[in-house]
């Protein structure tokens, strides 16, 4: 089965109803499933300076956050985490958008853009121990212009158009960069941010991430037309990027980012690509999507595709993959020791920050919940 034909899987349709428009839509691309490169007038010059050591860089990236994020779900099965959001098969889109950031632009993330931290330098094990609940993020958003993680479904694309509209006001010459998923650009935070970006000319760039399924929803129940082009009834433009690929996702977010920056407004980047794992470790994504989908999406692999190039331009050896499968290693050792250390949360902490001055009904919860706990030390608890 084709990535298209999901289509044949949809109910017969109703009399009267239109079928969605059949033209394929222009997809940028540098480099093909088998990593081989491709010219491209646009966006080539977005990339002509790069090094054989960025291209390793990129691939160490791909690899390491994929590496972490195994080793999370494991955790999760073995019951150390309670839940995990796995970017497998995002890799290239994470990596290559985050990668084309500068220090000073700003990230508004949603919960899964795993490779994006990793971008940022955050530390993974804080990404865990919000998965965990001993922490409600771990790290200090202005640090890494990294936003927390948002679980509520499109909410930061407005937090981010309002940053954006902030900055752009202030004079700064940076950018703003929301992430969101296809699931995502149904809600109506996201459109409002699209209405009020536009208007505002806000510096900010859309990137949504595409991977065919909002939990079990596939796009084509959720839009008659390619995401990228919905930019286009608000008045900025839109353009649709191999999301497997790290080379046209680095290109098209630069230039996306380089418009902001200019003022030329936001943009809207449509990473095309596959989640190839679970919604999340409580999905079961055999129960809505055939095996013969998934295994079409492992041939177009974000991480094989770059080794692939590396090995066929010589700018990568045998000694260089083995170093980095010992890095690998390393990294998933260090995090599941540093999971298991982490200490049970304060359970009293929920009640602090709740008012700024403290409040009455707060102070009887927090009571309340101490004789609660206490009654288990008398052996009174149920």
């Known amino acids: 089965m084709t990535v298209e034909s999901t289509a044949a899987r949809k109910p017969r349709r109703s009399a009267g109803t239109r079928k969605s428009p059949s033209t394929k839509p222009e997809l940028v691309q540098l480099l093909t499933p088998e990593g081989k490169r491709v010219k491209n007038a646009e966006y080539d010059k977005y990339v002509a300076d790069i090094t054989p050591e960025e291209l390793r860089g990129l691939y160490r990236d791909m690899v390491l956050t994929r590496r972490f994020d195994a080793e999370a779900t494991s955790l999760q099965r073995q019951g150390e985490l309670g839940l995990w959001a796995s970017l497998l098969g995002q890799e290239a889109a994470q990596i290559g958008s985050g990668r084309a950031l500068?220090?000073?632009?700003?990230?508004?993330?949603?919960?899964?853009?795993?490779?994006?931290?990793?971008?940022?330098?955050?530390d993974p094990t804080n990404l865990l121990g919000m998965f965990r609940g001993v922490n409600n993020g771990g790290?200090?958003?202005?640090?890494?212009?990294?936003?927390?993680?948002?679980?509520?479904?499109?909410?930061?694309?407005?937090?981010a158009t309002g940053y954006a509209m902030g900055i752009a006001k202030?004079?700064?010459?940076s950018a703003v960069i929301a992430y969101f998923g296809d699931g995502a650009s149904s809600q109506?935070?996201?459109?409002e941010s699209f209405t009020f970006s536009a208007v505002y000319n806000a510096p900010v760039v859309f990137f949504c991430q595409n991977n065919q399924w909002a939990i079990s929803e596939p796009t084509e129940k959720q839009t008659r037309v390619p995401l990228y082009q919905r930019a286009q009834g608000f008045g900025f433009?839109?353009?649709?990027?191999?999301?497997?690929?790290?080379?046209?996702?680095?290109?098209?977010?630069?230039?996306a980012l380089e418009r902001a920056r200019a003022g030329e407004g936001p943009t809207l980047v449509e990473a095309y690509t596959y989640r190839m794992g679970a919604h999340t470790t409580s999905d079961d994504p055999s129960k809505y999507r055939a095996d013969e989908e998934r295994e079409a999406w492992e041939a177009k692999d974000p991480i094989l595709r770059l080794r692939r190039y590396l090995e066929d331009s010589n700018h990568a050896d045998e000694g260089f993959f083995a170093e980095l499968e010992t890095e690998s290693e390393a990294l998933g050792r260090r995090v599941r020791e540093a999971v298991r250390a982490m200490?049970?949360?304060?359970?009293?902490?929920?009640?602090?920050?709740?008012?700024?001055?403290?409040?009455?009904?707060?102070?009887?919860e927090r009571?309340?919940?101490?004789?609660?706990?206490?009654?288990?030390?008398?052996?009174e608890g149920a």
């Open 170 to 173: 202030d004079g700064a010459d």
């Open 102 to 122: 500068r220090d000073d632009d700003y990230v508004f993330p949603t919960y899964r853009e795993h490779g994006v931290a990793w971008c940022r330098g955050v």
């Open 367 to 379: 009571a309340g919940f101490a004789a609660y706990q206490a009654s288990f030390a008398d052996g």
């Open 237 to 255: 433009p839109g353009v649709r990027v191999d999301g497997n690929d790290v080379l046209a996702s680095l290109a098209v977010t630069k230039w």
């Open 343 to 364: 200490p049970d949360p304060d359970r009293f902490a929920m009640f602090e920050h709740a008012y700024a001055d403290g409040h009455a009904l707060v102070d009887e």
């Open 188 to 191: 109506g935070d996201v459109a």
């Open 139 to 159: 790290w200090d958003p202005n640090g890494n212009n990294f936003h927390l993680y948002t679980i509520v479904i499109g909410s930061q694309t407005l937090h």
